[in-house]
């Protein structure tokens, strides 16, 4: 398949992208697949029960998902991803819930409004199911778990041709007060260029990983 990419600036276009795909329950995804990523052990059992996957192809994460963001930044990129082939018919599962791509999207719309640049923004995780998230350290509650957060890194939002802290504040005041607000988790992470954002229900904030 040959995906014309075009920019995805609409939740309906994000919907229409994702209704490709078979959507299926933890419970039907493949046995041996749930145990391998750890999303079978009980500490996890309430963080993935409700979760939704999207199942597709290799071939497939290339795709756009939300602005120039793609489906390969937002799916869990484990070593069973990275094995598989561009032209494999083996299938991925796609965790990501359509919450955090719309917060994205709005975040993008944002800084569009106040005249920032909404694409210098770089997804760096999405989904991480408990095997890759004990991999690299995360949380061990994290809301990636879940499909719930993703982690961006910041560039030059300000279009002054350099990083700068200021560039991330812009980011952070904006989920903050328009994006996030009580609603979710709120991760600053001084002294990087990351922001985590996630769609949990309630307020959380923190500084460190």
Request: aromatic letters at 12%; charged letters at 35%; proline letters at 2%.
């Amino acid at each position: 398949i040959i995906y014309p990419n075009e920019y995805i600036d609409s939740k309906e276009k994000i919907q229409e992208i994702l209704a490709q795909f078979e959507k299926i329950s933890l419970k039907k995804l493949p046995k041996s697949y749930r145990k391998w990523t750890r999303m079978d052990k009980s500490k996890y059992s309430k963080m993935v029960s409700k979760m939704q996957f999207y199942k597709l192809k290799k071939r497939n994460v290339y795709q756009k998902i939300v602005g120039n963001t793609r489906i390969k930044d937002v799916i869990a990129r484990d070593s069973f991803y990275r094995r598989s082939n561009w032209f494999s018919d083996e299938e991925l599962f796609l965790g990501i819930d359509p919450r955090i791509l719309f917060k994205i999207l709005a975040l993008q719309d944002e800084l569009t409004k106040k005249d920032f640049d909404r694409n210098a923004i770089w997804i760096r995780y999405g989904h991480r199911h408990p095997r890759l998230n004990e991999a690299v350290n995360g949380a061990s509650k994290s809301h990636h778990i879940a499909g719930e957060a993703v982690d961006m890194v910041i560039r030059d939002i300000n279009k002054d041709g350099k990083y700068t802290d200021e560039d991330k504040q812009i980011v952070m005041d904006l989920c903050e007060k328009k994006i996030i607000k009580n609603f979710g988790g709120l991760g600053k992470y001084p002294g990087t260029r990351t922001v985590h954002i996630d769609v949990r229900g309630y307020r959380a904030r923190w500084d460190t990983y």
